[in-house]
């Protein structure tokens, strides 16, 4: 079995980034050599775009010996804060961020261990991820800590020692330390610009040269890199740099800054750790922070440096010092940085030599690094002393966290490395391999007993002891190490982790088979289907398990079908194969439970063996809204890609995700340029309403398939062959396009009817009675002609914008649907005009808030309403008390952690105590059933704002309440203006 290693990497700094590649790439090659799969979770946030792109040219040329790389984002530490427009770090910023993080730390803690366990880990491995290590511990999996501790040390001289101890417990969970070269204090500056080979991958000079006579032509300028760890953008300091104004200079900058206008023509660094380096070789100097990997990248390339100073950040200082008269170099401060002669002074550090690469260096670069050390100035530096063990990290951060403590521990000296370019990242994957094959290939299989004796590090994983440029410290896994603990070289014996109960996986529950029936009229029993006249269901994978995926897939195995869902979320797949749906949809926990006793239906994250030999592979994966409103197409670009490598036989490939008109040929074309396999495309949009989506599958208006193969469409007719509905069978475009039309039309039948409301309110008339009698016109329907405070969800706000963009991309402007989308935005906050048209001034003021989800019957809060509302409340000074039968937990979490001045209630008469006012938002059943004498009798003042129109006269008889609805001013009570004279 392959061995599966979750690799926890810093979202903050290129360093973080670059040293784990270095790592995981050894770990590839040192896994295929003894023989092992390697199954590698890279669990990160921001540096997730640069893993993928750095490691997809080795993952992919390692797949036929069993290696996957799975990507899952998680925000790390708050890491450092900087003041605005400054350099210096904001240490009440940081205080207030690192409040937050710690206070949700038990909650993260919880998810982690939950994901490991479903993931089946073997071991844990963290980059300065402190949660990593106690989730590990809580899951029974063994974990190893990576890092050299500087921003434990950034944080120490900012924050309080007090406010660190949870953070500080945190890595005391961790089992082993892998100690890097020059990982400590006050000899890590030193150190690091020492073993800078580790940093700097194999360089191709002919590559280099290419490059600059590409960017650079004839020579003419010079290549400064800006690799500042802060964008360059409108109001930062860099925006000082007057030598990007300078045309004796060109900038070589990272993917993803910001940049100003005057300076259009910089060079961005495609966003790829391969290609990367190669920028960064080819550049005349580097103008950068202090940070240990791009300062040692350039130390070992022998690139001239130009430092922003940070003076409260030691490491910074250490760097400095380190390189002071050893390497050319350049300190900056802000004024400096608009200082009119910096110019001249980069041309004079770089030399006007003009050579691409300095002489010393230029023969490192072009064989991936010499195994000299990378400046002739440093043979003359003294020993290197490596990191104490773990041991002294448990005595450092139990004390003064973690340097403090570090004199009491002896030193452990290690030679510098053998080889400056691979020698530090082989032993660092030497060892974490060694300790992931210690025990048994699967830590499910471990018996829950005490742990076992100690097992013998292969000696074919690891490196000599001759490169082992500092030791490994364990400590008893049945303990936080705050006890002494052995450390072990290269080839000595690492503990096994205890093991998980083995109850790690828990059994689906057993289940009333019939309960489905009985509760749910509407679903039939199932039967196996005929299909193609061979008296057998088919075989079905649905990619995606969101509303759509999920839904289609138990409805599709209710018909009688052998379903597959998969989710690249091994603790989603976990939950569904547990019986429990991680959605609130009425009735579909119910058929889950029922069709997985039946054979029927499976849940995996493994897409490569779901899509082998099926009839229909159907790809429902999210495409939620990029910042211009277009929809994002990555995550079925890439459920296309894998389903091109592992898919067999002659399937049919349909797309049900919401996506833009030419994409269903973007991906038939994208899958085939991978594959020789044949397949049908087809468009197979959906028409789900969440809180019936069940219904909505089993009962259609119609189905549409979109497709120009005969053969496909005789297969979807044959899948929904039991289903009495209509058939539409276009062509692929117009499939996409009924889809977001239909959506669109939709929310502008909401908008319409919105704006009559708000008229009827100007002139009298009640906007219910008028929608009635409209709704008898067959030609408009009285279907989304219910007047409120707008549409929200994940569908008519995504549909509505994307559209938008659709006819903007062909030069079409589309009038109607931008002012449906104005009007619907504007709608909610008649709610704040009715408060104001009450009370005047609401600061001071207590509002309930009823309805938190976008609509009743589900959890989902994207773009609710309350969302805005309670926003605006808030700015305005107004205490917030919310409540929501269901949705209370997705909107905290989506509405942000501070909840400052929001009170969450247990029930609608909680949130009403004591209020000013009840604002309903969400039209569930229990507000419209409200007893509003009783009601009455815990409010503070009778005020009632029904934004859903809930209530009716007879409900508000014999009451006093101040009653305001939408479009009904005949109802309006207690400030009730007169009927209006008309005059035109």
Not at 38 to 63: D, I, N, Q, T, Y
Not at 127 to 150: C, W, Y
Not at 694 to 720: F, K, W, Y
Not at 730 to 758: C, G, H, P, Q, V
Request: with cysteine.
């Amino acid at each position: 079995m392959a061995l599966s290693i979750a690799y926890y990497i810093s979202d903050y700094g290129y360093g973080h980034a670059s040293r784990s590649i270095a790592v995981i790439r050894e770990l590839l090659r040192q896994a295929a050599a003894a023989g092992k799969a390697l199954h590698l979770h890279a669990v990160s946030g921001r540096a997730l775009p640069f893993l993928e792109r750095s490691l997809a040219a080795e993952f992919e040329a390692a797949r036929a010996g069993g290696h996957r790389l799975f990507l899952r984002r998680m925000e790390s530490e708050p890491g450092y804060v900087l003041a605005a427009g400054s350099m210096q770090a904001d240490p009440r910023q940081l205080s207030s961020r690192m409040l937050l993080y710690l206070a949700d730390l038990p909650a993260r803690v919880r998810r982690e261990a939950s994901w490991l366990g479903a993931a089946g880990i073997n071991l844990t491995v963290s980059d300065i991820v402190a949660e990593a290590f106690t989730a590990s511990r809580r899951a029974g999996i063994p974990s190893i800590g990576v890092s050299n501790f500087t921003w434990f040390t950034a944080y120490q001289e900012l924050l309080p020692a007090e406010m660190l101890a949870p953070l500080a417990k945190a890595y005391l969970d961790m089992d082993a330390f892998i100690a890097l070269a020059g990982s400590r204090e006050p000899e890590w500056g030193r150190v690091a610009v020492r073993t800078a080979g580790f940093f700097c991958r194999d360089v191709d000079h002919g590559r280099v040269l290419e490059l600059r006579e590409q960017l650079n032509p004839g020579g003419q300028r010079r290549l400064i890199g800006l690799f500042p760890g802060m964008g360059i953008g409108k109001g930062s300091l860099l925006e000082q740099l007057e030598l990007l104004r300078d045309s004796r200079w060109l900038a070589v900058v990272s993917s993803g800054m910001q940049l100003p206008d005057w300076a259009e023509d910089a060079v961005r660094i495609p966003e790829s750790e391969t290609e990367s380096q190669h920028y960064v070789a080819a550049c005349d100097v580097m103008l950068t922070k202090p940070g240990w990997g791009t300062v040692a990248e350039a130390v070992c390339l022998g690139k001239p440096l130009a430092l922003l100073q940070r003076p409260l950040f030691r490491e910074d200082r250490c760097t400095t010092n380190a390189l002071r008269d050893r390497h050319p170099l350049l300190m900056l401060d802000a004024d400096s940085l608009g200082s009119p002669d910096l110019s001249d002074r980069l041309l004079e550090l770089c030399g006007r030599s003009g050579s691409p690469l300095p002489a010393a260096s230029a023969s490192a670069a072009a064989v991936g690094l010499s195994s000299e050390p990378p400046n002739a100035a440093m043979s003359a530096a003294p020993p290197v002393t490596a990191a104490a063990p773990a041991s002294a990290v448990a005595a450092g951060l139990s004390a003064e966290l973690p340097n403090a403590a570090m004199s009491a521990v002896p030193p452990v000296t290690a030679a510098a490395p053998a080889s400056a370019s691979r020698s530090e990242a082989a032993r660092v994957a030497g060892l974490l391999l060694a300790h992931a094959m210690s025990g048994p290939d699967s830590a499910y299989s471990r018996s829950a007993s005490a742990p076992s004796a100690s097992a013998t590090v292969p000696s074919a994983s690891v490196p000599s002891a001759s490169s082992a440029a500092a030791p490994i410290a364990s400590a008893p896994a049945s303990s936080a190490p705050t006890t002494s603990a052995s450390t072990l070289s290269a080839s000595a014996t690492v503990p096994t982790a205890p093991a998980p109960p083995s109850s790690a996986v828990p059994a689906l529950p057993a289940a009333n088979s019939t309960s489905s029936d009985r509760h749910h009229p509407l679903l039939r029993t199932a039967k196996p289907i005929n299909y193609n006249g061979s008296g057998k269901a088919m075989k079905i994978t649905v990619v995606g398990t969101g509303y759509v995926g999920l839904v289609s897939g138990v409805c599709y195995a209710e018909l009688g079908h052998s379903v597959i869902c998969v989710d690249k979320d091994p603790m989603k797949v976990a939950t569904l194969q547990n019986g429990e749906i991680p959605i609130y949809e009425p009735g579909l926990q119910e058929l889950s439970v029922r069709n997985s006793e039946l054979g029927r239906l499976r849940f995996t994250a493994s897409l490569g063996d779901a899509v082998k030999g099926v009839d229909l592979i159907v790809i429902a994966v999210g495409t939620p809204p990029l910042p211009s409103g277009e929809a994002n197409l990555a995550y079925i670009e890439l459920a296309a890609q894998e389903i091109a490598d592992a898919m067999e036989g002659h399937p049919v490939v349909a797309i049900k995700s919401t996506v833009p008109v030419g994409t269903n040929e973007k991906v038939r074309d994208l899958i085939r340029a991978r594959t020789d396999c044949p397949f049908d495309s087809v468009s197979l949009p959906e028409f789900l309403r969440e809180g019936s989506a069940v219904s909505d599958t089993m009962n259609p208006d119609r189905i549409v398939i979109g497709t120009e193969s005969p053969r496909a469409e005789a297969l979807l007719r044959e899948l929904h062959a039991r289903l009495d509905c209509a058939f539409a069978v276009t062509d692929i475009r117009s499939a996409e396009m009924i889809k977001y039309a239909s959506n669109a039309f939709l929310a502008t039948k909401i908008s319409f009817i919105n704006e009559i409301a708000n008229i009827c309110e100007k002139v009298g008339a009640d906007v219910t009675r008028v929608a009635e009698g409209m709704g008898y016109d067959k030609r408009i329907g009285a279907s989304f002609l219910k007047a409120g405070i707008g549409y929200g969800g994940s569908c008519f706000p995504k549909d509505t914008q994307a559209l938008i963009q659709i006819a903007g991309h062909v030069d079409y402007e589309f009038k109607l649907l931008r002012s449906v989308v104005e009007v619907n935005q504007d709608q909610r906050f008649n709610v704040i005009r009715k408060l104001e048209a009450i009370f005047g001034e609401l600061r001071g003021r207590t509002i309930a808030v009823w309805g938190l989800a976008f609509k009743p019957e589900t959890d989902d809060v994207r773009e609710a309403p309350a969302q805005e509302i309670i926003g605006e409340l808030l700015a305005r000074g107004v205490e917030v008390r919310a409540y929501d039968p269901i949705a209370m937990d997705n909107f905290r979490s989506t509405f942000g952690s501070g909840d400052g001045g929001v009170t969450w209630c247990e029930s609608a008469l909680d949130a009403a105590t004591d209020s000013d006012a009840v604002c309903l938002l969400t039209e569930w059943k229990e507000f419209g059933q409200m007893d509003l004498q009783q009601l009455r009798g815990v409010v503070r003042e009778p005020v009632l704002i029904d934004g859903r129109n809930a209530f009716d006269e007879a409900d508000l008889q014999d009451t006093d309440f101040i009653y305001y609805s939408v479009g009904r001013p005949s109802l309006a009570r207690g400030v009730k203006a007169p009927v209006p004279e008309l005059s035109y």
